[in-house]
């Protein structure tokens, strides 16, 4: 296999095909793609700034994380000295989507003379659960291998309408395109999903992620870190780091209208935005203030609360204006005013 | 007579020639290159990113492994297609050496 670009969804991939002594060099696609801008019509450089400045902050000055953008991006622009790409990836929203917009990359290139692969499984037999490359042994890692796929015209046409749909500010393009034929990207309709459920709830203004959280508080798991493992133990097609599922926290926690308490400290502290020992971090207690409980009951609306502020691709979501919202009972967006 | 050997221009330059040293032999941090090289920001991104368009970077993401910081940070190193170059560079120096030893 000499000659191989291997873009992985991370590094603990990454890392895995390099202890699998698989040959070539390795491309970790690091970004967390759901959340945050992605605005429409962008190249990947002009994406690739706008994702430096989405992630940058105190822990990550933003002259580091913009150079790993584009250190990342000329490596990938660098696939014409590669006699084949192999792109290792779960079913998960967050790889669909790096697969996307690899793809989406590919679409528009002279492939002539290069061969463009997949490897994406949603299972591993004796895994179970199944979340990730991540929990495969180097073993595992060689062993798919050979059931890598050719990425052909129809995988390129496919992934650049669903690029461009995710990247649209209206999400009616992608609600559309979800109902298209995406059958030879298997796991990508039910990611997609996924994402919609992303969108603030008509029931109380938060998204499935922050009800999942609350609901997970209300029940006892009062913990951050139990929170988040009993989080991602409720979820099939989504993966969130944990740094994002405490970000996630501190939004419902650190606001003028908390729907979260933390003690001992009022606030929830959490690396790497806060300097705070990690048995500190370990022993925070959350609990659900009064808002929040009006919240969980549908009585308050959380978009308003927490002052909303958040991109999903392409569409900006804003408090102060009228806001796409989830209808769980028709499983369709809505574009709607303040909730009553 | 023995012909010379023609130098690949993306190492055979004074500092990407010391920066492909450092990542040849081991992952390093952009401070700790920027140290040990003693040159400037600017000046390190530029190398980092003319050795990565030729797919000659690899990086990794490290978590803060410090009791007191958890900043992540990113190591460099050569990938290995940019190890096989840069023997490849070294191999035409060692030609180069040789030839003038004889003499």
Known sequence: MGNTLHITNGDGAGSLLKAANIEGDVLPWRDTMQSGPFPKGLSLEEHSKIRAEYFSGPAMPLSDVTRDFEIRDEHLKAFKNYEEVILWFEHDLLDQLQILQILQFFHGQDLKGKKLSLVCINEYEGIIPFRGLGQLSPEHIEALVPIKRPINEEHLKIANAGWQAFCEPDPTHLETYIQSDLSSLPFLKAALMRHLEEYPSLKNGLNKTQNKILELVRNGVTNPVQNFIEFMNSETVFFMGDWTHFREISKMCNGEQPLLSCSPNGKFLSPPDHEIEMEDFKDQILSLTDLGEKVMDGKRDAAELIKLDQWLGGVHLEYAKPLWRWDEKTEKLMKTEKLA | ?103
């Open chain 2, 1 to 103: 007579m023995n012909t010379l050997p023609e130098f690949d221009p993306l190492f055979h330059q004074p500092v990407r020639t010391r920066l492909s040293i450092l990542l040849y032999v081991k992952g390093e941090s952009f401070a700790d290159l920027k140290s040990k090289l003693s040159i400037t920001d600017g000046n390190l991104d530029a190398h980092l990113k003319k050795l990565s368009a030729a797919g000659f970077i690899e990086s990794e993401m490290v978590i803060g492994d410090t009791q007191k910081s958890t900043r992540p940070y990113t190591v460099y190193e050569l990938s290995p297609s940019g190890k096989k170059a840069f023997k490849k560079y070294l191999k035409a120096l060692e030609k180069i050496l040789n030839l003038t030893q004889k003499r």
